[in-house]
């Protein structure tokens, strides 16, 4: 049954008390309950006490999915709906329990996986709550990045708690390195008198995606020290924010950053659109820009809108480097 977000408190309490109920005769015990040992982590809502290794886990986080499949973690249910192609989770023949999307979310089925561990996050944040009431004996770790703190160290905090939870701290530590030095090479190559535009393209439109405040490429000024072609207030919306297209050509930026959010929600939903550079390519306000005649545009890689982790970032970051040594 599928439960819109304003209706899920009505049912949770009935749907916990039926699982409680039924736990008894539906719960396998764990596989390796003889090696579990606790960990207390830190995250966004302060300590918490981690069985690790954790049994039966539940993943809502787009920007740690890809991380989590790539460290070969097993998990039970997870909303595939919002999760980028590719993910061994998605794969025919899964046993993944589908939570859905974060707009009409099948919250009551995490009950059915019966997850020691949650960790949850980004579109999902909003759940947490729903989550602890549902099922009250798992942990629930949340690792988004925090308002306020450097969106850098916190994408390592993300990887190096992981790391911890999953006993893989070597390969959190060689992710963090990995990004570490796609930022230098980029700061190595970059000239500050060269000043930088941010853009996402939605819906066939270019919009604007403001220094420090704009969504996901606006970090990235304060990571690598970039000069603005422009500076305006902007939003966290994933549109991007309302500025023209000629307001963006007038600040005549030498590169341009792009996140084709389409290029990533067209393969969830076999819906056509036209690819950044495409967009790009053919608006005639954008011609003469310094950044497009001179071939200095920087592409985000295609599913960046759905998995906006330390592995998508180094990518861009390294591209971002060709591109400035080239």
């Known amino acids: 049954m599928r439960t819109s977000r304003p209706l899920v408190a009505a049912s949770i309490g ?6 409680l109920a039924g736990c ?33 886990v539940v993943a809502t986080d787009n920007r740690t999915i890809t991380l989590l499949d790539s460290w070969g973690v097993e998990i039970v249910a997870a909303p ?18 589908n939570l859905g999307n974060h707009s009409e979310p099948d919250l009551e089925a995490v009950v059915a996986g019966d997850p020691d561990l949650i960790v949850n996050g980004q579109r999902f944040s909003g759940y947490y709550a729903d989550f602890g009431t549902l ?19 916190e994408l390592k905090r993300q990887v190096t708690v992981l790391g911890e939870i999953f006993n893989k701290q070597d390969e959190a530590a060689a992710l963090v ?5 796609s930022i230098e090479r980029v700061i190595a190559a970059y000239d500050a008198s060269e000043t930088v535009m941010g853009a996402i ?47 963006v050509a007038s600040s005549n930026p030498d590169w341009l950053l792009v996140m084709d959010r389409d290029a990533a929600v067209s ?28 071939g200095h545009v920087v592409y985000m890689p295609a599913g960046t809108y759905l998995n906006e982790g330390i592995e998508t970032y180094t990518q861009f970051f390294n591209d971002f480097a060709d591109a400035l040594e080239s």
């Open 14 to 19: 009935l749907v916990a008390a039926i699982a």
């Open 24 to 56: 008894a005769s539906t719960t396998e015990p764990a596989a390796n309950d003889e090696d579990a040992t606790t960990i207390t982590v830190t995250d966004n809502h302060g300590e918490q006490t981690v069985t690790t290794p954790p049994q039966r």
């Open 80 to 97: 595939l709906d919002i999760f980028p192609e590719g993910l061994s989770y998605k794969e025919e023949g899964s046993e993944v329990i």
């Open 135 to 153: 099922v009250p004996d798992a942990t629930i770790v949340e690792l988004d990045p925090r308002e306020g703190e450097p969106f850098d160290e």
């Open 177 to 181: 390195a990995d990004f570490d030095a």
């Open 201 to 247: 393209t939605s819906g066939g439109e270019i919009n604007y995606a403001a220094p420090t405040t704009g969504r996901t490429l606006g970090p990235v000024y304060d990571i690598l020290g970039l000069t603005p072609a422009l500076e305006s207030d902007g939003s966290t919306d994933h549109q991007g924010d309302d500025i023209s297209v000629e307001a």
């Open 267 to 294: 393969v969830n939903t076999d819906e056509a659109y036209t690819p950044a550079n495409d967009l790009i390519g053919s608006s005639e306000a954008l011609q003469n820009v310094t950044a497009v005649a001179e």
